[in-house]
């Protein structure tokens, strides 16, 4: 899978405790930087009702659905209960010379 | 406890129903509902729900309540609660005992004086059938008269818009939404839906509705009149409280609970749409809520009270609405408020704050395109809860994050 790492964007381009949407091939991806300044990726669209995450809100390792407010723990993908049961599927990410990378499988 | 039983498969009484498991309740659960379907979402009824005229979203299937062990009962009006044996009495005979009893009856759609009963083309907006029979009639050439300017009405404007049905709407009031959301928002949602083609009219009086072959002839108190293939009424709803009343509880605008969300009966507690409750963020005021988050929340803290753990209620009011591409969200009551500071977030989108005299923020409205507001407003919402006074000035500036109010 480390063939597939895809550049994102510059590190700082994410500010901490935040999140961005990823455009790619088609998928979309949401991208974190953590308050502790490391960084994830999980499916960009809510198990619930296809929302973009990457329009909500990021509160400690927890990203909450804007529309609706499910929450998932976006280090492990783990939804956090209602209205989300499904969980998200999350991918590698690494950080070299600034720059982030996500593996998309 | 052996037996939990609840009244009223919504959002609700779903949500409490896998509450109890989660918070480690072995017992029995009973979760009776009117309708025939399992537990369904209602937001999708009058927006993209109506679109996609596919069966009712639930709020989970079947697999998930078996192996929860929650007994749904459809298609089972309760009619009867016997305090004295803890029983509830099923429209089939069935009784049903309960150690503690939830209820979670919902609201009914308000009527008119002089709404015509039983009739096919004037209709309200309510069940997964409602929609249904009032999707039939949306189709290009068609007319809807939607009778209030509310929420759902509003709603459902968009969508049959979207149907390509002609759509006018007519309000009581001089503006549309005139309940909880401010006018500058109001006045951006009536723009859009004209822009839309939807005929507003506001102050309007209906004088009464002729049934005229296979249309409804609506007389207005101006004189006018107007010919529509269906009509649906939209003026708010009322809480299902016949079922509380008759077995002695208080009923005060809804089942009256406690901040715990007991009722009079400490082993019956009521949650959601039905009932009317203490707000601890607004010095204790007696409100009730029909909305979709709250029933949610107060289906999730009946839980764990129904279960002894005597939690307040804690939450902030918060509602959404989606009309075309534009999503209303708002957070808190602004009733009064001294100070409104507006947030502007670019491409149409802004936010309004109201703050009270002592500089407290007591709610936040926002609109814009898709998501736009929902971030600030979900930080709005933290704010309100935590109790903060920001200096007005920053909530107006997009120069201060929000999220640093919130630490500060």
């Known amino acids: 899978m480390t063939d597939n790492w895809i550049e994102v964007c510059a590190a700082n381009e994410i500010d901490e405790e935040d999140v961005i949407r990823f455009d790619h091939e088609g998928r979309t991806f949401a991208v974190y930087r953590s308050p502790d300044d490391e960084y994830f990726a999980t499916d960009g669209l809510c198990t619930h009702e296809h929302i973009h995450l990457a329009d909500g809100l990021v509160m400690d390792d927890i990203i909450e659905c804007p529309k609706h407010n499910g929450r998932f723990n976006y280090k492990t993908g783990q939804a956090k209960g209602a209205p989300v049961c499904v969980n998200l599927k999350t991918y590698p990410v690494k950080v070299e010379a600034g720059n982030v990378f996500i593996a998309v499988v | 406890m052996k037996s939990i039983v609840i009244v009223g498969a919504g959002e609700c009484g779903a949500r409490a129903a896998f509450g109890l498991r989660e918070k480690g309740y072995e017992g029995e659960i009973t979760l009776i ?53 803890r029983t509830v009495r099923v429209a089939d005979g069935r009784k049903l005992s309960y150690d503690r009893l939830l209820l979670a009856t919902g609201a009914k759609p308000k009527s008119f004086p002089g709404q015509p009963e039983n009739a096919p083309l004037v209709r309200v907006l309510r069940t997964h059938a409602d929609a249904a029979a009032i999707r039939m009639k949306l189709a290009p050439g068609s007319t809807l008269a939607i009778i209030g300017g509310g929420f759902i009405g509003l709603e459902l404007a968009a969508t049959a818009r979207k149907l390509g049905a002609e759509v006018v709407v007519l309000e009581g009031l001089p503006r ?104 601890g963020h607004y010095g204790g005021r007696r409100i009730r809520l029909e909305a979709w988050r709250n029933a949610q929340d107060q289906g999730t803290l009946a839980a764990a009270n129904l279960l002894g753990a005597a939690e307040p209620i804690n939450s902030v009011p918060w509602f959404w609405s989606d009309q075309y591409d534009l999503t209303l969200q708002i957070a808190g009551l602004a009733e009064g408020a001294v100070t409104v500071v507006r947030r502007d977030l670019g491409d149409g989108a802004f936010i309004l704050f109201h703050l009270d005299a002592s500089g407290r923020l007591i709610s936040a409205s926002g609109i814009g395109k898709g998501n736009a507001v929902a971030r600030d407003i979900r930080l709005a919402e933290m704010l309100i809860a935590a109790g903060k006074r920001p200096s007005p000035q920053a909530l107006g500036s997009t120069e201060t994050k929000l999220k640093a109010l919130l630490a500060a």
Not at chain 2, 186 to 212: F, K, P, S, T, Y
Not at chain 2, 223 to 240: K, Y
Not at chain 2, 253 to 270: H, K, M, R, W, Y
Request: charged letters at 25%.
């Open chain 2, 33 to 85: 509902g009117a309708e025939p379907h399992l537990p369904y979402e209602r937001p999708p009824l009058s927006k993209e729900g109506l679109v996609d005229a596919q069966g009712p979203k639930h709020v989970a299937e079947l697999d998930r309540y078996q192996s929860a062990r929650i007994t749904v009962l459809t298609d089972a009006p309760v009619e009867g609660i016997d305090r004295g044996e």
């Open chain 2, 176 to 279: 549309v939404l005139s309940r909880g959301v401010p006018e500058e928002i109001a006045a951006v949602v009536a723009e859009r839906h004209r822009l839309e083609g939807v005929d507003i009219r506001c102050n309007a009086r209906i004088a009464g509705i002729e049934m005229r072959e296979k249309r409804a002839l609506i007389q207005l108190g101006d004189g006018d009149s107007l010919v529509a293939d269906l009509v649906v009424v939209g003026i708010g709803a009322v809480p299902n409280t016949a079922l509380a009343e008759a077995a002695g509880l208080v009923v005060d605008n809804g089942i009256a609970v406690d901040e715990t969300l007991c009722t009079s009966d400490p082993n019956i507690f009521a949650a959601g749409d039905c009932c009317s409750f203490p707000l």
